[in-house]
Structure formats: structure tokens, C-alpha cells
């Protein structure tokens, strides 16, 4: 199994930056979907084989889903938040790959703790 850690989460003004880390541990990203969620909603997903990205209509051109093999890290930068982007993110890994678009919760095998994320207007 892998265990997740996020971190990077605070709190920034609209308009500002964060990049929330997640540190996978006990096994190698590459052999999962990994993606980030928030309140259980997909938002963005990588995969690792292909390095094929996927964002959901409400983050995409504003948000970037990387992935760090040698660190055995994911990150997701956040630009240009708005009040909507609060909320508590979670890295998520889907056992396999991508399904050509960001797993759904159902199929996740393991979360993190969560980060949370508050921009203020």
C-alpha cells in the first residue's frame, strides 16, 4: 500500500499562489492514477506511465498537477485563487491507470489526511 501526506495548504488572499505537496511513502507513485480531490471532488489527475494530465472545467488553466518520481512526490500549484477554491485537498491514488480522466472517489484505494485551503476576497 502507500501512505500520502499533504502539506502547503494556509490560507492567501484571492488572486495569490499556494503548491500543495504530497510525500508518498511504503511504495512508488508510478504504479498508481495519482490525483488530487477536494471535498471528495476530483479536480486534477496524472498518470505516471504517460504523464497524461487531467483537470476539472473549474481549475483548468489555473491549476498544475506535477509529479516528482525521484522524490516520490506529487504537487499541485494553485494560481489565481478564488474564494471557491476553499476547501480541505486530498491527494488520492487509484491503483492502475488513469481511466483517460480523473478517477472517481469510488475508485480511489488511498487518501491523505487532507490539507486545508481558505482564500479570503
Known amino acids: 500500500q502507500v501512505r500520502l501526506q499533504e502539506s502547503g495548504g494556509g490560507s492567501v488572499q484571492a488572486g495569490g499562489s499556494l503548491r500543495l505537496s504530497c510525500a508518498a511513502t511504503e511504495d512508488s507513485v508510478s504504479r498508481y492514477c495519482m490525483g488530487w480531490f477536494r471535498e471528495r471532488e476530483g479536480i486534477a489527475a496524472i498518470d505516471p506511465r504517460s504523464?497524461?494530465?487531467y483537470y476539472t472545467d473549474a481549475v483548468k488553466g489555473r491549476f498544475t498537477i506535477s509529479l516528482d518520481n525521484a522524490k516520490n512526490t506529487l504537487y499541485l500549484q494553485m494560481n489565481s485563487l478564488k474564494p471557491t477554491d476553499t476547501a480541505r485537498y486530498y491527494c488520492?491514488?487509484?491503483?492502475?491507470?488513469?481511466?483517460?480522466?480523473?478517477?472517481?472517489?469510488?475508485?480511489?484505494?488511498?487518501w491523505g489526511q487532507g490539507t486545508q485551503v481558505t482564500v479570503s476576497s
Open positions: 488520492a491514488a487509484d491503483y492502475g491507470r488513469c481511466p483517460d480522466a480523473i478517477p472517481s472517489q469510488v475508485s480511489i484505494n488511498y
Open positions: 504523464s497524461s494530465t
